[in-house]
């Protein structure tokens, strides 16, 4: 007898295995994915892996969102399963069976569950973490494979979080059971079969922010504030998307349902008042489809693009072996710079293939129509262009060409601005003269058309230009390149920084390019992790939605095929609400998707990826993939409904 | 010749995998001429549900045959079942199966709709059932609004808007309280006046004697039969159906 509840709770769960199988599914791959991300953030092995800081940073930060996205998800889906299974519930209390009997029933019902999904998920997670620890080193690009060992600190957390996690969710079915009379809990599944109102207010909101973000997305081409801009276009987007989807869809329904000849159609007339009726409840889940799509196309996409540009986003950062910087007193620095390079070069048993070193000065102007004017406080961030400018004679030095410049006129380096360019300072207008050839290499990238643009400009008389526009000629660059392969360039960079000359500060690009790498590898392994995850939080959503569906339909089909629909004409109204369902996210993940693109572009641009076109391929290439993966997990899971409305 | 033909019906009904048979109809064999009113009685598990099913389409016979105008319904193929159904039968059900997203107004247009007809057609039609069943004013209300006896005379005329050849009704009264029934059995009696072929199955002698005949089935076969007599009234029936009860009850009536 002691043993009755759990065994009536074992009973249950294979009973309802349709809908429970994939619940234990979904949270031992939360459990997994939780656990494989903190072995990461935490794991001795991983700490010894040589730049990995940044990279355990992100994965610290990783695991944080994996919890918060866990807990949603799990909630989501037991929701779900409560609702199923209300009328069980009103059924038992109805027989006889105290609400604490049934309350022991379903604890006992969690227990297995949490049981069951902590050893699955932790046992999947140290096997695939091993796995994607072998793929982290290749992506990384670590030479050196070794395996990372099981972490029971990473154990421990899950079994408290996931412990945590399912003890909550009882204790909400356990308030549900309580609240509910027997009679409301068997009729649990009927109610929200009301049709829905849609109001004019949601309406309006939605579109309104639906327009704002999209606008917020393509109007604005601020580089600087793109990152906030971003968030703040996301955040109306996803709001737009669930008001639109809620209300929006709702009038749209009942617009078509308004026109007699379009509705009084078999194929019409069927699925349309089908879908009104459950767009209440269908709505959020379709929203909430589109959002983790669109999010999945935002995150692959941008993290491969990223990893992909990582090699071109390093050459910008870094156009030479070694990047050196100071603060310049006067025009013998530049001598004395050049000539202690030339003697570590020599100490070291390396030779100097490029040097340039130069002082400069930054000044921000604003680009209106060709012409650059300098830039106000307070002026809206628009059409920047980070001039630095450069002495004359210093260009000389460095070029080794003789330049000859009237006062008026300077030369430029910039891969956006035309030679046409005009600058115009204290009430002076200079023209360009030409191109400084010699520092194209060094200009970082702009685009034209875009708040961002870089200049170099060579003009006589910088010093005092530049005390005029309220700049100073104090900056100290060098640029070098040194043979001897990376552990000279090294050796170069940490020499001149501590030689005493006016560079203070040094870096070789194989020394960052290490680190850079492991961080554009780890954003990567993320993306592409949370990819997954979406994925798989996609299609338990569909999932879910066709069971239930299929679940309302059947009693409906029967009904109408009573009344003299054809087996034949229920399948084609089943698969027009299906394909209906199926594109309506897809479609509304991909205008999204198009409206981000310009935005997203701006802030790879900050990150150094200046390939729009590769931008464009990838984001292309990802949503065809993930709308394929998300097809075929629509096709497995529209089976399950197709066999419960024709059961 | 008659419009509803049933010639030596059977029905067995064996289990998944065959190990238990159960004979619901025997030998059910009778005709219904066109514009009658049948009821059929029996006691619960006699097979009544199973006739009518068959009748409708909906299940096939073991044995025997039913024709519909003279045509069988077995030599109709199973693609043309559905519009066959649709265009030429209508079923009024104990438990309405009226469909909780769709307006009265919708439901009792599904077969037409189904059937592809026009729209001004099935206003056309609509208008005066509506208001010969009384429900012209709950058109545009759901299901879940309205009172048993208003979704019920609503599926009556889902059943009857196709004009079928043959209205077969499965206890319409049977989930309604004595008033709603009576309201019902009134409009069937209207619907017949207007030449509609009905055949209805029921529990209550109340509901039987209103109609013009009454069929009595026992043990999977047609054990007796009431006609109403010239000029008889409802309560004379309505005894005459009550003493066939009692007596096939105790046994005493024999075929
Ligand atoms: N699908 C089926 N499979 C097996 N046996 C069935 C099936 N449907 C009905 N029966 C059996 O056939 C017999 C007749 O059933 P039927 O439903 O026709 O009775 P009924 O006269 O309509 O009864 P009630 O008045 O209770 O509705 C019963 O014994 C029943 O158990
Ligand atoms: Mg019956």
Redesign the interface.
């Known amino acids: 007898m002691k043993a009755f509840f759990p065994r009536i709770a074992a009973v249950n769960l294979a009973g309802n295995k349709t809908a429970y199988l994939p619940y234990l599914l979904t949270s031992s791959v939360c459990v997994a994915t939780f656990y494989i991300m903190l072995t990461f953030a935490i794991s001795p092995e991983m700490a010894r892996v040589p730049y990995a800081t940044g990279a355990v940073m992100l994965f610290g930060f990783g695991t944080v969102i994996i919890a918060i996205f866990c807990a949603a998800l799990l909630f989501y889906a037991n929701s779900f399963l409560i609702r199923r299974r209300k009328k069980e519930f009103g059924l038992y209390s109805v027989l006889g069976m105290e609400k604490r009997h049934v309350g022991v029933v379903l604890f006992f019902e969690t227990l297995y569950t949490l049981a069951a999904s902590l050893i699955l998920g932790l046992i999947g997670g140290t096997l695939l973490s091993q796995l994607l620890f072998g793929a982290l080193s290749s992506l990384l690009s670590f030479d050196v494979v070794f395996s990372i060992s099981f972490c029971d600190a990473a154990a421990i957390a899950a079994c408290i979080l996931f412990g945590g996690l399912f003890a909550v969710i009882f204790l909400y079915n356990l308030l549900h059971l309580y609240q509910a009379s027997p009679v409301s809990l068997l009729h649990g599944e009927?109610t929200g079969?009301?049709?829905p109102r849609a109001s004019w207010i949601l309406t309006i909101i939605g579109l309104a922010a639906l327009g704002g973000g999209y606008t917020i997305a393509v109007v604005r081409t601020n580089a600087v504030t793109s990152i906030p801009d971003f968030f703040l276009a996301v955040l109306l987007v996803i709001i737009g998307t669930f008001c639109l989807f809620t209300s929006g869809s709702i009038k749209f329904l009942k617009a078509l349902k308004r026109s007699?000849?379009f509705y009084?159609?078999?194929e019409n007339?069927i699925s349309l008042?089908?879908m009104?009726?459950r767009m209440k409840r269908n709505a959020a889940g379709l929203a909430s489809i589109c959002i983790l799509f669109t999010m999945l196309l935002v995150t692959v996409s941008t993290t491969l693009c990223l990893y992909l540009g990582r090699e071109s986003s390093l050459q910008q950062l870094y156009p030479t072996a070694v990047t050196a910087f100071g603060e310049a007193s006067g025009a013998d620095d530049v001598t004395e710079a050049l000539n202690t390079a030339e003697s570590i070069a020599q100490e070291n048993g390396a030779e100097l293939t490029r040097s340039l070193v130069f002082r400069s000065g930054t000044l921000v102007f604003t680009e209106q129509d060709g012409t650059l004017v300098l830039t106000q406080d307070g002026d809206e961030a628009d059409h920047f262009v980070y001039a630095t400018i450069v002495p004359a004679e210093d260009y000389a030095a460095l070029s080794g060409e003789e330049v000859v410049l009237e006062p008026n006129e300077f030369l430029l380096a910039s891969s956006s601005l035309s030679q046409d360019t005009v600058l115009s300072l204290n009430g002076t207008e200079y023209r360009c003269a030409g191109e400084a050839d010699a520092l194209n290499a060094v200009t970082q990238t702009g685009l034209a058309g875009m708040d961002m643009q870089f200049a170099m400009i060579v003009c006589r008389d910088a010093e005092s230009l530049l005390t005029s526009a309220g700049g100073s000629l104090t900056g100290f660059n060098g640029y070098f390149d040194v043979t001897g392969g990376d552990e000279a360039e090294t050796a170069f960079a940490e020499a001149i920084a501590s030689s005493g000359c006016a560079f203070s500060y040094a870096s070789s690009r194989a020394d960052v390019a290490q680190e850079w790498y492991a961080l554009y590898g780890c954003f990567l392994f993320l993306g592409l992790f949370f990819g997954a995850l979406f994925l798989m939080a996609t299609g338990l959503i569909i999932y879910y939605k066709q069971l239930s569906e299929g679940f309302d339909d059947s009693t409906?089909f029967a009904?109408?095929?009573?009344?003299?629909?054809?087996?034949?004409?229920s399948r084609r109204a089943i698969r027009r609400q299906i394909l209906l369902v199926f594109f309506l996210p897809l479609a509304a993940a991909a205008l999204h998707l198009v409206f981000a693109y310009n935005i997203i572009c701006n802030i790879l641009l900050i990150l150094g990826v200046t390939d729009r076109m590769l931008f464009a391929c990838l984001c292309a290439a990802t949503f065809v993939l993930c709308a394929a993966v998300y097809y075929l997990i629509y096709r497995l899971t529209s089976r399950t409904y197709s066999r419960l409305v024709r059961a | 010749m008659a419009m509803l033909q049933v010639q030596h019906l059977q029905k067995i009904y064996s289990t998944r995998f065959g190990t238990m048979r159960v004979q619901a109809l025997r030998d059910v064999d009778f005709s219904v001429e066109e514009g009658e009113f049948v009821s059929v009685m029996g006691e619960s598990g006699s097979g009544k549900t199973t006739l009518l099913n068959i009748l409708a389409a909906l299940d096939k016979p073991t044995e025997g045959a039913v024709f519909l105008d003279g045509q069988p319904l077995a030599g109709v193929p199973d693609r043309k079942l559905s519009a066959f159904r649709r265009d030429r039968l209508g079923f009024v059900f104990q438990d309405f199966n009226l469909l909780d997203t769709f307006t009265l107004r919708d439901n009792i247009f599904l077969p037409l709709v189904l059937a592809r007809r026009p729209y001004a057609e099935m206003q056309a039609k609509l208008a005066p059932l509506a208001e010969m069943l009384e429900i012209s004013d709950l058109l545009d209300k759901y299901p879940y609004e309205v009172s048993g006896g208003q979704k019920q005379r609503a599926a009556v005329a889902r059943a009857v808007i196709t004009n079928p050849s043959l209205l077969l009704a499965d206890e319409p009264t049977g989930a309604l309280d004595s008033r709603a029934s009576m309201k019902l059995l009134e409009m069937f009696r209207r619907i017949n006046e207007n030449g509609q072929t009905i055949v209805m199955v029921t529990h209550s002698a109340i509901a039987a004697s209103r109609s013009d005949r009454v069929l009595f089935i026992k043990d999977g076969v047609v054990f007796h039969e009431l006609r109403r007599e010239e000029q008889e009234t409802d309560d004379s029936l309505f005894a005459r159906v009550n003493e066939a009860l009692t007596m096939l009850s105790t046994g005493r009536l024999v075929g």
């Open positions: 009927q079969e009301r049709e007699k000849r009084y159609k078999p007339f008042s089908g009104l009726f409906r009904i109408m095929q009573k009344v003299g629909l054809s087996p034949e004409e």
